[in-house]
């Protein structure tokens, strides 16, 4: 069955500094892999998606993320941070279902 | 365009007794998902609906039950309430059967079992 690891349970970076979350993931095919995000109390906001294609995806309120295979790592980034990523962060991987990590909690310094 | 909704935002319950959240999906979605999510945790699958049928499940027991009407809503049933089903209970909708379709979540509801 597919999995994801995401290594940092929290990263605090300051605004304006540039970001990068990391995604591992394990699946035997071409995997679909996502990025959300959710702010406390609430549900899953999709930033990205891959499914196949360019390697380097952009998503919504400036974020990246590039799949690389030969790494099975699937890394979220944004150049400049903005107070209001502060947030929680999942990448998920789908085969069968639908696999999520433990999440990133993101703290942005002012 | 209405995207996923889900009924009660919040509910109490105690050990043993039974409950039922409700969950439409984002509109011209006719798939629905449930996910567990305990706190400081990532969603866990609980099982997936299309066409009125249960078409997958994850690592759940038996006292999770659900189900899927004509109009693509669906309902989340937990029997015999424990402690430990104490979570943030998410639904995801869907255009087609299938994980590899992009799912959209609603705003969940927090389950408290005392």
């Known amino acids: 069955a597919q999995s994801v690891t995401q290594p940092d349970i929290h990263i605090t970076v300051s605004e304006g500094a540039s970001l990068e979350l990391r995604c591992n993931y394990s699946?035997?095919?071409?995997?679909?892999l996502f990025w959300y995000v959710q702010s406390p109390g609430q549900g899953l906001q999709l930033l990205l998606k891959?499914?196949?294609?360019?390697?380097l995806v952009q998503g919504i309120k400036g974020f990246e993320a590039e799949f690389k295979r030969s790494q099975s790592s699937f890394n979220l980034r944004k150049p400049s941070v903005h107070w209001s990523d502060a947030a929680e962060y999942f990448c998920?991987?789908?085969?069968?279902?639908?696999?999520f990590g433990a999440g990133t909690r993101l703290t942005v310094k002012p | 365009d209405a995207g996923v909704t889900q009924s009660p935002t919040h509910l109490i319950k105690t050990r043993g007794q039974q409950v039922t959240l409700r969950c439409s999906p984002k509109?011209?979605?006719?798939?629905v998902s449930w996910y567990q999510q305990a706190l400081g945790q990532g969603p866990q699958f609980i099982f997936q609906?299309?066409?009125?049928?249960?078409?997958q499940r994850g690592n759940f027991p038996d006292r999770f039950s659900g189900h899927q009407f004509p109009n693509y809503s669906s309902e989340l049933n937990v029997n015999a309430l424990l402690l430990g089903d104490s979570a943030l209970y998410l639904c995801?909708?869907?255009?087609?059967?299938?994980?590899?379709?992009?799912?959209?979540f609603g705003p969940g509801t927090r389950l408290t079992v005392l």
């Open positions: 998920a991987v789908t085969g069968n279902d639908m696999r």
């Open positions: 699946y035997g095919a071409t995997p679909y």
């Open positions: 509109s011209g979605h006719d798939t």
């Open positions: 609906y299309y066409e009125e049928e249960e078409r």
């Open positions: 891959y499914f196949s294609g360019d390697t």
């Open positions: 995801a909708s869907s255009l087609r059967q299938g994980s590899t379709d992009t799912q959209y």
